[in-house]
């Protein structure tokens, strides 16, 4: 046998540093390996190393087995130096030189990628603490990193990789980085466009050489991608059929800080429909199908209108079960005549009927709660309208944040729907001290929870008092009572209300009683609820109020009544807090029948509250509530105390909650708090919108509002003329704690004995 010591042949040399491969070993020669030892790891346990080694105990190793062995073990990576030799007869001895880890990642210079961000992007390129370092890989990162500045325009971003060795064989890495400026578009040429103005195809694009506001635009190639695209569309929803991009050129300037954008394209000529048909085994009648379409005979040919009535027939065909439908255009242009004839090709495949649904992500709600929901049953056929409804009618419950229903094809005619939820806070426990511009300084403890333990029963128990309200009040309530939706619930209420305190009037009313509501769908987006209250109520005057003193002498100070109420609701609202599109309008009235006295009378509601999306973040918001209450029998008005109030963040804001309409004569009436009135109008018109420049605003709406309403002695006293009004901006937002509405108004039409309040606030309600 030869001894292998002190006998080496290189292997490789990459990136100027030589690999030491060594081979001491002849063709010729070769032993049988006993042992195998390990000399030089550090990290590398003997375990790691001898898998990766082709050799085995008792093997035979020759030349042909030493280079392999090297080759495995350069390819690990961990090693920059690997040589094989023979220590005694039989051993066979494996040095290796270990290459460095990274103790640290330093980021210098970066304010356009957040640290966090860049340190994600350099885990997923495997450049990270305790990782082995390797200059090539660096190398790469270099490149990517910079790929990365330059998709946001930032050409001339230099990344520079500084390294610094420690102590047991250990680096330090710092990336420098100089972002340097963004290029700016310096000039955009549109080629070929000759029906269209180059200003008005510029005026289409996100990209823009001439912008508005601020400095010269950004150049971005997403949004260079999305301009094209946007031409494309421009010109074929309006009859060129033939248009087409040919070319886009980006150029930089030297410093590359500007660049030169050229498009070329080909606008071809303007085609009209002149035929409709279709073909395939439609499933539907010709008729139906002719109401489907977007497009008409006549029209110019739009690729829009064509794509809009594919997905009118194919969610057409899915109510009847037809998940998979396919629908083809096909076009034939006829260039003289310069028409063009639309076929649209049906197939309908199998029928698809749902097989499972299936509930993920709600930690806390109960499956039932959400499956009961569901308009889309198991085992029925798969229909996206149900589907759509069924989405709709989860958002409403206010659980969740968000809510998804994805479609899981297990066979040809089977899907499984996966319902994907996030739990959002539905409730909440106070215990403190509050404050608000009514009631002043409040005290209060109690839980509401409108999911309570995950059951979609809706639990409230409070217990507060303030300078204006004193209350205690506990009621439960299960919206699916029986399993086709009716709702049953109860509760028991005591409170003090100090009408002076909240700025109404000069009284204080002490209540208590119980309840119990009964509510029946009609329809889908219909129902109707009954209530039934019994109510004890003492009134309790303050000295210098003569109306209340009056009142109270000729019919005393303790009455005990049964209010009954009945109301109807139709609801197509698309969210709970935050809707889009759909509207609630409600019609509501309630008779208080006298037990002990012989005060009767009835109160009459109108709410209407619709939604119309302007745009995928603008919604128009319109709102209409109207009041009336009168009395009844020999009773021939509304008691002073059951008056309807205005003004203030939940009526017409810009004005002192309460503080509209007519007023008492102090030196009269003892008090100059306002009357209130038996007839009430607000009305809201508002364009509502995400919270911009926030990444996630779902939790939070801006609005921009016009207000006007007012109080009225009676329905016919009822004038546009004395309505008052305000606009401002509102915002809502959703906190772990319940809706927090802020508003700023300015009262537009108003008079000089009105009390106004530009800032208002409040907890529990969204705007």
Not at 262 to 272: F, K, L
Not at 354 to 378: P, S
Request: glycine residues 8%; aromatic residues 10%; charged residues 25%.
């Amino acid at each position: 046998m030869v001894n292998m010591k002190n006998m080496r042949s290189k292997y490789g040399v990459m990136s100027g540093l030589v690999l030491g491969l060594m081979l001491n070993a002849s063709a010729s020669y070769a032993f049988t390996v006993d042992k195998i030892e390990v000399e030089g790891s550090q990290r590398i346990g003997f375990e790691t190393i001898n898998s990766y080694l082709p050799i085995t105990i008792g093997q035979d190793i020759d030349e042909k087995l030493v280079q392999q062995s090297i080759q495995q073990l350069y390819k690990t990576g961990f090693f920059k130096d690997v040589s094989l030799y023979q220590r005694e007869p039989g051993i066979l001895v494996v040095k290796v030189i270990e290459r460095p880890s990274v103790a640290e990642i330093k980021i210098d210079g970066n304010s356009l990628i957040e640290t966090d961000d860049f340190m994600e992007a350099l885990n997923s390129l495997g450049i990270k603490k305790g990782r082995i370092y390797n200059q090539v890989e660096l190398d790469r990162v270099v490149v990517d990193l910079k790929r990365r500045y330059q998709n946001q325009g930032y050409y001339a971003a230099e990344v520079k990789f500084i390294t610094e060795q420690l102590p047991r064989n250990r680096v330090s890495l710092k990336i420098e980085v100089e972002e340097g400026e963004p290029a700016t578009i310096g000039a955009i040429n549109l080629v070929g466009n000759e029906t269209y103005s180059d200003d008005r195809l510029k005026s289409l694009l996100l990209l823009s050489e001439s912008p508005v506001f601020g400095s010269a635009d950004k150049y971005s190639k997403p949004k260079l991608q999305a301009d094209i695209e946007t031409l494309k569309s421009y010109y074929m929803d309006r009859g060129f059929a033939e248009f087409n991009i040919r070319s886009s050129q980006v150029s930089l300037s030297t410093d590359k800080t500007k660049v030169f954008i050229t498009i070329n394209m080909t606008e071809g000529v303007q085609y009209t429909v002149d035929d409709i048909s279709y073909t395939g085994d439609t499933r539907i009648s010709q008729e139906e199908l002719g109401k489907l379409q977007k497009t008409k005979v006549g029209d110019l040919f739009s690729r829009s209108d064509v794509i809009s009535t594919m997905n009118a027939i194919r969610d057409r065909l899915s109510e009847e079960g037809y998940a998979y439908a396919e629908v083809k255009p096909d076009t034939e242009l006829n260039k003289e005549a310069k028409t063009v004839s639309l076929k649209f090709d049906i197939t309908p495949k199998d029928r698809v009927y749902v097989r499972r649904i299936e509930v993920e992500g709600n930690t806390r709600t109960r499956d039932y709660v959400i499956r009961r929901e569901m308009r889309q049953l198991e085992s029925a056929p798969y229909s996206l309208a149900q589907v759509r409804r069924s989405t709709t009618r989860l958002n409403r419950l206010g659980y969740f944040t968000k809510v998804d229903i994805d479609t899981k094809r297990v066979s040809a005619d089977q899907v499984d729907l996966v319902v994907k939820v996030e739990e959002q806070s539905t409730g909440s426990f106070t215990a403190g001290v509050g404050y608000s511009q009514i009631d002043g300084v409040s005290f209060n403890v109690g839980v509401s929870e409108r999911n309570f333990i995950g059951s979609g029963n809706q639990l409230d128990f409070k217990v507060s008092t303030s300078a204006a309200r004193k209350s205690a009040d506990i009621g439960m309530t299960n919206p699916y009572f029986t399993p086709d939706g009716v709702s049953f619930g109860g509760g028991f209420y005591l409170s003090e209300i100090d009408a002076e305190q909240l700025g109404v009037s000069d009284y204080t009313t002490n209540n208590y009683g119980i309840r119990f509501t009964v509510g029946y769908p009609l329809s889908e987006y219909s129902r109707i609820n009954y209530g039934l209250k019994f109510d004890d109520q003492t009134l309790v005057c303050s000295d210098n109020f003569i109306v209340c003193k009056d009142y109270v002498a000729e019919k005393g100070d303790n009455s005990t009544s049964a209010v009954l109420s009945l109301s109807w609701s139709y609801d197509t609202k698309n969210s709970y807090y935050f809707p889009s599109k759909g509207q609630r309008f409600s019609l509501s009235g309630e008779v208080t029948a006298p037990i002990s006295s012989d005060v009767s009378f009835y109160k009459l509601f109108m709410d209407e509250k619709w939604y119309y999306p302007l745009s995928e973040n603008l919604t128009m918001k319109l709102k209409l509530g109207l009041a009336y209450g009168n009395g009844l029998g020999n009773y021939t008005s509304l008691p002073f105390y059951e008056n309807f109030y205005a003004g203030g963040i939940s009526s017409v804001r810009g004005y002192e909650s309460n503080s509209l309409g007519a007023h008492y004569d102090l030196a009269a009436d003892g008090s100059d708090r306002p009357i209130g009135g038996a007839a009430k109008v607000v009305s809201t018109v508002a364009l509502v919108m995400p919270m911009p420049f926030i990444d996630d605003s779902s939790n939070m709406r801006l609005s921009l509002f016009y207000d006007a309403g007012n109080v009225f002695t009676d329905i016919n006293a009822i004038e546009v003329a004395e309505l008052r009004s305000s606009a401002g901006v509102g915002l809502s937002w959703i906190t772990p704690v319940g809706p927090l509405s802020f508003s700023i108004a300015n009262p537009i039409s108003y008079t000089k004995d009105d009390k106004l309040q530009a800032f208002q606030f409040n907890l529990g309600i969204p705007l």
